[in-house]
């Protein structure tokens, strides 16, 4: 019974330290989380495009729940939508609207696919995100902008046609 209770209360003097010990992990993954992505903000900010490129890839690959992974593919996506490389940039695009869709960030995603396949030349296929757009996400500021891509779309094949 002493034993026991020796070992209960060596025990509870163990588990605040075991908390904080899994706390302070937490923060410090948190930290290399952070840290590495505004890592390769500042390549962003320097223009060394290809080396920030890199290193948001291999943040996505390392942080699976990352708090910088919406911002992650969609910095992505923009620096290959900047070069006009319009498939790689749907790529990345596409992964933050699957992995994000029911949030602005996925929407804006989704509609920017839709910029990228209008750049292209495929209209039907931005047709078809644009009006996705606003049937299933309705409330988004990104739905008026889809409207207004349709509007544009529409005027364009108007004037093909005459």
């Not at 593919?73 to 319009?86: H, K, S, V």
């Not at 495929?122 to 995100?129: L, M, N, Q």
Request: aromatic letters at 12%; charged letters at 30%.
């Amino acid at each position: 019974m002493k034993n026991k209770l020796v070992f209960l209360m060596v025990s509870l003097l163990l588990l605040p330290s075991a908390m904080m010990s899994q706390d302070r992990t937490k923060s410090l993954e948190r930290v290399s989380d952070d840290l590495k992505f505004q890592n390769a903000k500042r390549f962003i900010r320097i223009s060394m495009h290809d080396k920030a490129v890199e290193e948001l890839s291999e943040y996505l690959e390392i942080f699976n729940n990352g708090i910088h992974r919406d911002e992650a593919f969609r910095l992505i996506g923009d620096l290959y939508f900047e070069r006009l490389d319009y498939l790689r940039a749907i790529k990345n695009y596409r992964a933050l609207y699957e992995e994000f869709t029911s949030t602005e960030a996925g929407v804006e995603a989704y509609f920017k696919i839709g910029i990228c396949y209008k750049k292209m030349g495929y209209d039907g296929r931005a047709v078809e995100i644009f009006q996705e757009i606003i049937q299933y996400h309705p409330d988004s500021s990104y739905a008026h902008h889809a409207e207004v891509q349709l509007d544009t779309l529409g005027i364009l094949n108007e004037d093909e046609k005459k």
